[in-house]
């Protein structure tokens, strides 16, 4: 079975500046997707960023990006500006095609103005 | 378009009740599945449906059941409420069979007392 693992409970960072936030997962599977989702306080979970694990270009979305080290199981969200708004809880989540999500445990990111 | 959308969005029911959650998932999106999020657990998989057919199951008492409808709106229900089944329920869709890209309703809190 897959797993995936946030080893950052939780994690601070100015307004404005840059923070990274850590996934490792555990699979067999040479195809696969890999998901950063955000939950603020509202509860409503959104999807940050994807990527295909074929594609080795690493995907970028205005100010979120992520580091993909497939070899390393390795898949990390780099936010860049931090804004009061980026606030929240972030999940990171592996899934194959036919299969639900899996996701880690949450990394909770408090933005200080 | 509109999001997913979850009703009611909060609920209190007694131990030992019945209750049911009602998803409506994006328009065109056929396929739903329901998720459970706990402080202590995280987020755990309950079901997927697609085309009124439940396609993938999680680790969950039988307790825990769901339908999809003709216009792929779903429901789940819980029957003999236990205290541990509190949790936010979240519904999330996704286009089609197969694609692992889901998006998530705002999510219904359950307060069992």
């Known amino acids: 079975a897959q797993t995936v693992t946030q080893s950052q409970p939780e994690m601070s960072v100015q307004e404005a500046e840059t923070v990274t936030l850590s996934c490792t997962y555990d699979?067999?599977?040479?195809?696969?997707?890999l998901f950063w989702y955000k939950q603020p306080p509202s509860r409503q979970m959104i999807l940050v960023i994807r990527?295909?694990?074929?594609?080795?270009q690493n995907a970028t979305e205005n100010r979120f990006s992520v580091n993909f080290q497939k070899a390393a199981k390795s898949f990390s969200l780099k936010i860049s500006d931090s804004q009061l708004g980026d606030t929240a809880m972030y999940f990171c989540a592996f899934s194959r095609d036919n299969t639900p999500l899996v996701f880690g445990k949450g990394t909770r990111l408090s933005v200080i103005a | 378009k509109a999001g997913v959308t979850q009703t009611p969005r909060y609920l209190i029911k007694t131990r030992g009740q019945q209750v049911t959650l009602s998803c409506s998932p994006i328009s065109g999106h056929r396929s739903v599945s329901w998720y459970q999020q706990t402080p202590g657990q995280g987020l755990q998989f309950l079901f997927e449906?697609?085309?009124?057919?439940?396609?993938n199951k999680g680790n969950f008492p039988g307790r825990f059941s769901g339908r999809q409808f003709s216009n792929s709106r779903s429901e789940m229900n819980v029957s003999t409420l236990e205290l541990g089944d509190s949790a936010l329920y979240l519904c999330a869709s996704s286009l089609a069979k197969g694609t692992a890209e889901q998006y998530f309703g705002p999510g219904t809190r359950l307060t069992v007392t």
């Open positions: 449906y697609f085309s009124e057919t439940q396609r």
């Open positions: 990527q295909e694990a074929y594609k080795q």
């Open positions: 699979t067999s599977e040479n195809n696969y997707y």
